[in-house]
């Protein structure tokens, strides 16, 4: 590629894509990390009802007091105001902690709940049918994108788009690198009409994505395996993500979705879609929303690389994801509240995707065992804080990859990329990866 003063250049940082054995990330783990209790993991599933009991009868207790006879306000509309203001602030608090139960639920779906299989199927259908999610046949995917996490054609969800799946151009080599360093400017200026966002359509992006991702996927397959046939869904238990022998499962993940929808609309005919709305479809709707808003960015970010099947490993695979701190970029209290309420899942994401049926009460100090090692072997672990503004960050950087390479990255919408991935012909040492001779650049 020859380049002029109209380029757009980027310096790119050295991804050094890694050689460790499972064995090598288990050994560092403290063995008693391992340890299931249903009576400890049942504790965390009463102090999240209890404490979302707790939301809702202090929003009552406040509601009760917005009347002229118990507070002036100078203007009669900010009666009403008031009450919204309280009763969104209860969504807010009782999705945060249903969030919380929601991945209780989820480390059933991996064993983590106890040392039975049964407790645990039976406590995560009974949480995940709550929330309105089919239990089994999420559990079966997860647990397939938990086998191939970032594999371009076996990884189940967050599969990066390719250049030609967008319907962009092919890649000319003479006006831009194939690794995404330097773009020219007619390129470009070619990317951007087709893929840039202005801040208001990105903002819309983003919020479509918190609001209706989590459905979409379950319903049609948003944002999953590109591989699946169109019309693909989470509740046909003849759908290609599922074999035969797992039948019954999806019947009785979709009783449990059913038995929800019933339960929801004999609610609604009882007590009045308003009442339902306000106790019930505000909390859901923000379980949703930091379902996705956390799974999007464990797995999305322009650092993080995909794999194609002649570099894919598990290890490689595990360890393409990034930790952060939720709701850490409000201050050190709400990166509190998040990692408290939600037990931890954005935190401790990477030892969860090296040893799964680690339950998250263990999950702090593994995960700090690994990351020192990680850390240490020159990997970044740590991520930045899980929030709004990191979504929008990360939905205009992450755009697309290309349809070639064995390991790739996302490139933003003027077609540049901020790693460039390399190989280690040798183990990690303890003291760092090195970037010399022995690393050979990952050619397309």
């Not at 009666?79 to 009782?94: N, Q, V």
């Amino acid at each position: 590629m020859v380049t002029d003063f109209s380029d757009a250049v980027v310096e790119q940082r050295v991804f050094v894509v890694p050689d460790f054995t499972i064995k090598d990330l288990l050994s560092v783990i403290p063995p008693h990390c391992n340890k299931r209790s249903a009576l400890r993991s049942s504790l965390y599933i009463l102090m999240d009802v209890v404490l979302i009991g707790a939301i809702h009868k202090t929003a009552t207790f406040a509601d009760a007091y917005v009347t002229p006879t118990a507070v002036s306000f100078l203007h009669p509309p900010l009666y009403p105001l008031a009450r919204f203001a309280i009763w969104s602030l209860y969504g807010f608090g009782a999705g945060l902690f249903a969030t919380g139960l929601w991945v209780i639920a989820h480390e059933c779906g991996h064993q983590a709940f106890s040392d039975s299989k049964f407790i645990n199927n039976a406590v995560g259908w009974i949480l995940h049918s709550a929330l309105g999610v089919p239990y089994h046949s999420w559990r079966i995917t997860h647990a397939k994108h938990h086998a191939s996490t970032g594999h371009m054609t076996q990884d189940q969800v967050f599969v990066p788009p390719t250049r030609s799946e967008l319907g962009l151009k092919p890649q000319d080599t003479t006006k831009e690198d194939r690794l995404g360093a330097r773009v020219s400017e007619e390129v470009k200026k070619e990317l951007w009409e087709a893929l840039g966002d202005s801040t208001i359509g990105a903002t819309l992006g983003a919020a479509r994505y918190l609001l209706a991702g989590w459905p979409a996927y379950l319903l049609r397959n948003a944002s999953g395996q590109k591989r699946y046939p169109k019309g693909t869904n989470h509740f046909n238990p003849e759908s290609p993500m599922f074999n035969s022998k797992q039948y019954s499962e999806i019947i009785l993940s979709d009783i449990g979705v059913f038995l929800w929808l019933a339960g929801i609309i004999g609610w609604i005919c009882y007590k009045g879609f308003a009442e339902v709305f306000v106790l019930y479809g505000m909390p859901y709707l923000w379980v949703n929303h930091w379902l996705v808003l956390i799974t999007f960015l464990q797995h999305t970010d322009p650092l993080l690389p995909r794999y194609r099947a002649s570099e894919f490993t598990f290890p490689r695979g595990a360890l393409t994801t990034l930790d952060r701190n939720l709701m850490g970029d409000l201050g050190s209290f709400m990166g509190w509240l998040g990692a408290v309420a939600t037990h931890g899942i954005s935190e401790t994401h990477i030892l969860h995707h090296v040893s799964s049926r680690i339950p998250h009460y263990h999950a702090w100090e593994a995960s700090a065992a690994l990351k020192k090692k990680l850390t240490d072997a020159g990997m970044c672990c740590e991520g930045r804080p899980g929030g709004w503004a990191e979504i929008y960050r990360v939905y205009k950087e992450c755009k697309f990859v290309e349809d070639e390479g064995d390991v790739v990255f996302f490139k933003n919408a003027y077609g540049l990329a901020q790693m460039r991935p390399v190989f280690n012909t040798e183990y990690p040492s303890d003291s760092g990866i090195e970037i010399n001779k022995k690393c050979r650049l990952d050619s397309y």
